[in-house]
């Protein structure tokens, strides 16, 4: 029989986490807030989901709940979007501070002011430096397969994970989606162990305030200073890496699926131009590629799929032979430039080579991106491109 | 050679003194005039304010009264609560 259903996004997003067995489940439901929260509450509703869904008055509560019910040994999940998530954002200090292994979608958004509801990454690259990992997919299945995924990945390096999706573009969309089998996924995520859990019998004040130096406790135990504790955080990221890496071909291996680890590549064997972006804006390059190599133009894509940790020995790896990067993102760094296309900078000046890298912003505020402006953008580059020149300021796509 | 710090997040115990020495934050210091305090006197349990209301715990309800000085930070609480005024903050650097 056949497991293969169509659904929307937000719907892969549900289905995966029923799948992993969550627990708990917190959200709000701000504007804009995706489906995805109101799926979850008919799922615990029915009977569906053997669940808490706890109300909140706010996102900022929806994470304060995650983080307690994490703490006392439930798998947790939530959701939210945009403006909503940067609500969030002292929480989502808290969590990975804590050391807490909730997976939460970040449906994309734009962020307000203005207001929108539509499409762009800006909100969940604001969220860069909370310590998260942060997985962007590129179609409904990859959503699905990532909820699971992102918890086993989570308590592995006991570190929250953000699974990213495109607003609209894949949220609410409908694609085939192939659903896995329920005891497969059992076995391929096993129980949430927790490092620590809060209970009666074993008492313990966590997270108390730490001082710029260590502390000896009272059984002679040098209990690490705040510094420390931040270097394992960076420590787990570090790891992490590999662990991303290896969930994604174990799952590959019960499922048949792999959708790659920390980046993907599309047409790069040969590829001279290279296509950088995540979700599905680097999914719409693959297409750009096409229309580039139609017209004798070597281009191939590389797909970011772990922003955090950034996959920085793959990216080196994936374009050490480009002669030209083009990177495309769907979010800013307001007075420089697209925080990925730094990123790519910084990883690829330790390769000594000089590859231009050139900076595309596209599709902000759901502005519509089609693979045949992606590569008139890309074609637009080609002559400063083959003169070498270094730097060419941020274009942005079909904007004024 | 200490025992290392294996915990993943930071966390300690509820044991006596997990927070470091803390008496040394401190600028008032609480004496005590027995003569005065009401349980003392009675020979008895009697109001222990001073007991009930000290936010750190370091007031031992006992005949006389104790305050670990270890711990006690110096707020005045006690002093501000016992109704005979036995307790006085005194400054750290007086005798």
Not at chain 1, 13 to 29: D, E, F, N
Not at chain 1, 187 to 212: C, D, G, I, M
Not at chain 2, 55 to 83: D, S
């Amino acid at each position: 029989m056949s497991r293969v259903q169509i659904m929307t996004g937000n719907q892969a997003a549900a289905i995966g986490a029923v799948l992993s067995g969550v627990q708990v489940v917190a959200a709000y439901p701000i504007t804009p807030q995706s489906q995805l929260a109101e799926i979850m509450s008919q799922n615990v509703e029915s009977g569906k989901l053997h669940a808490e869904y706890v109300r909140v008055e706010s996102e900022h509560s929806a994470m304060t709940v995650c983080i307690s019910a994490s703490t006392v040994g439930a798998r947790v999940f939530t959701a939210t979007s945009a403006n909503g998530l940067l609500y969030m954002h002292e929480q989502l200090h808290w969590a990975a501070g804590s050391r807490l292994p909730i997976v939460m979608c970040c449906v994309n958004r734009g962020v307000g002011a203005p207001w929108t509801i539509f499409n762009d990454q800006q909100d969940s690259l604001a969220q860069r430096d909370t310590g998260w990992i942060q997985i962007y997919c590129r179609n409904n299945q990859e959503i699905l397969d990532s909820v699971i995924q992102a918890y086993r990945i989570a308590e592995t390096v006991y570190v929250p994970v953000m699974v990213c999706y495109d607003g609209f573009v894949l949220s609410h969309t409908m694609m085939p989606v192939e659903v896995p089998e329920a005891d497969k996924v059992r076995a391929f995520l096993p129980p949430y162990v927790p490092h620590t859990v809060l209970s009666p019998e074993n008492p313990k004040n966590l997270n108390p305030v730490l001082f710029p130096w260590k502390r000896e406790d009272t059984e002679g135990v040098l209990c690490d200073g705040y510094m420390e504790m931040r270097c394992k955080l960076q420590t787990a990221l570090d790891r992490s890496r590999e662990v991303i890496a290896e969930t994604s071909r174990s799952f590959a291996d019960v499922f048949g699926r792999d959708h790659g680890g920390v980046l993907w590549e599309y047409r790069t064997d040969d590829a001279e131009i290279m296509l950088v972006g995540m979700g599905s804006l680097a999914s719409e390059a693959t297409m750009a590629a096409d229309l580039l190599r139609s017209e004798g133009i070597r281009a191939g894509v590389v797909g970011i799929r772990a922003f955090r940790p950034f996959p920085k020995e793959d990216i080196r790896r994936a374009l050490q032979k480009a002669k030209g990067i083009l990177i495309f993102e769907k979010s800013i760094s307001y007075g420089f430039e697209g925080g990925l296309c730094s990123e790519i900078k910084a990883v690829m000046y330790a390769t000594g080579k000089r590859a231009p890298i050139y900076n595309f912003i596209a599709g902000l505020g759901g502005r519509d991106v089609k693979s045949g402006e992606l590569a008139e953008a890309a074609k637009s580059s080609l002559a400063e491109l083959e003169a070498g020149k270094p730097e060419r300021p941020t274009e942005w796509v079909n904007c004024g | 050679m200490k025992k290392k710090d294996t915990n993943v997040a930071a966390m300690c115990g509820p044991q006596i003194g997990e927070g470091g020495k803390t008496g040394d934050w401190r600028s008032l210091r609480p004496v005590i005039s027995h003569e005065r305090c009401i349980p003392f006197q009675k020979k008895k349990s009697a109001c222990f304010l001073c007991w009930l209301y000290c936010p750190e715990g370091v007031v031992k309800a006992g005949l006389p009264i104790e305050i670990n000085l270890e711990y006690c930070k110096g707020c005045g609480i006690c002093a501000e609560e016992c109704p005979p005024k036995a307790i006085l903050m005194v400054r750290e650097d007086k005798s």
